[in-house]
């Protein structure tokens, strides 16, 4: 079973930077594709970044390349992601998951942190 943590969520202006870390237990995490989603009050969750287990093959959505990177470190069985010229359209709730493949994929898995809160605002 997959328990995933989010953390380094928090404030900050337009044009900022955030790094977000989820922090993943298993015995096989470097098998599994990890996925970061994101959700604002009311909106319906959207797709951010994805890497494949391997940490070599990555996937962004177009709102955010160019300005976030996915990475991970499988030795500390985290996964990272690097937010830069932040907008106030980043505002969100952020979680990761765990997708059971290992391949990047838009659509999640079963597995879920409890998220952790972005506001980018003046």
């Known amino acids: 079973q997959v328990q995933l943590v989010e953390s380094g969520g928090g404030l900050v202006q337009p044009g900022g930077s955030l790094r977000l870390s989820c922090a993943a237990s298993g015995s096989i995490f470097s098998s599994y594709a990890i996925t970061w989603f994101r959700q604002a009050p009311g909106k319906e969750r959207e797709f951010v970044a994805s890497?494949?287990?391997?940490?070599?093959?990555?996937a962004y959505a177009d709102s955010v390349k160019g300005r976030f990177t996915i990475s991970r470190d499988n030795a500390k069985n985290t996964v990272y992601l690097q937010m830069n010229s932040l907008e106030p359209e980043d505002t969100a709730v952020y979680y990761c998951?765990?997708?059971?493949?290992?391949?990047?994929?838009?659509?999640?898995?079963?597995?879920w942190g409890q998220g952790t809160q972005v506001t980018v605002s003046s």
């Open positions: 890497i494949s287990g391997g940490g070599v093959m990555t």
């Open positions: 998951n765990c997708v059971l493949t290992s391949v990047p994929s838009v659509r999640p898995g079963p597995y």
